[in-house]
């Protein structure tokens, strides 16, 4: 295992040393001449165990520093960690920090720096990015909240549709609550959602505040995922998320 991180921290250094050259390639020499190669080569560009990170600009570890898989682009632990961070917080799947580069960062390869609550944050954006908006359900109960496709619910609603649920009545594939699909509300037993929805037009307080505040402001949500959306400039097309 150590000679293997010895052979990694060698490519490392090299591949970042190469980098540096407008023109550069690999040469084998005979095991007699490598003292001499490596005199050589230490005298023209000198030892180097660090690495400037490209977003902080400090001189870190080679063994801190991290290389994006499909693009080789490298950054230190740290910046890493934190631009993951602040995308999965935002609720997006973190790409490489290179300006322009879009490739995208895997669950494997972020191992490596992400602590486990971010790794289990990243688990979830993976799973929202792949649900179309207008697929996507949650469960209404706070505890809960767990993310579901509506074919998932659709697979459950066969076991829940009786005479005395109605084919509205779901239950959450997490926690097993049963829920409104039609309300988004925890199920509303004995009143027809029309009713419900009379009686309750909104569920949360906060949601009549910013029902307030939107049309205040002149907000409308998005036809797809029900996003409030803002008009800051340009035309009024909108394009979903």
Request: charged share 25%; aromatic share 8%.
């Amino acid at each position: 295992r150590q000679t293997k991180n010895k052979i990694e921290d060698m490519v490392n250094e090299a591949l970042s040393l190469m980098r540096k050259f407008k023109q550069c390639e690999f040469s084998l020499i005979p095991r007699g001449q490598v003292g001499y190669a490596t005199k050589l080569a230490t005298e023209l560009v000198g030892t180097k165990k660090r690495e400037t990170c490209a977003i902080c600009l400090e001189d870190t570890d080679l063994s801190k520093i991290y290389a994006v898989e499909g693009c080789a682009h490298r950054f230190c632990f740290s910046c890493m960690k934190e631009h993951v961070k602040i995308k999965l917080l935002g609720g997006t799947l973190p790409a490489c920090p290179q300006d322009g580069c879009t490739t995208k960062l895997t669950m494997k390869d972020s191992k490596i720096f992400l602590s486990p609550q971010l790794l289990e944050i990243m688990v979830q954006r993976i799973r929202e990015g792949q649900i179309p908006p207008t697929q996507k359900i949650y469960c209404p109960y706070s505890k809960c909240s767990a993310l579901m496709s509506l074919r998932e619910v659709i697979s459950s609603w066969a076991l829940m549709y009786t005479v005395a649920g109605g084919p509205t009545l779901r239950k959450c594939i997490k926690c097993k609550g049963l829920f409104c699909i039609s309300c988004k509300v925890p199920w509303h037993a004995g009143m027809s959602c029309c009713d419900y929805k009379r009686k309750y037009p909104h569920v949360r307080p906060e949601d009549a505040k910013l029902q307030n505040l939107a049309q205040q402001r002149s907000w409308r949500k998005c036809v797809k995922c029900n996003h409030m959306i803002e008009l800051a400039e340009g035309c009024y097309h909108i394009t979903c998320v």
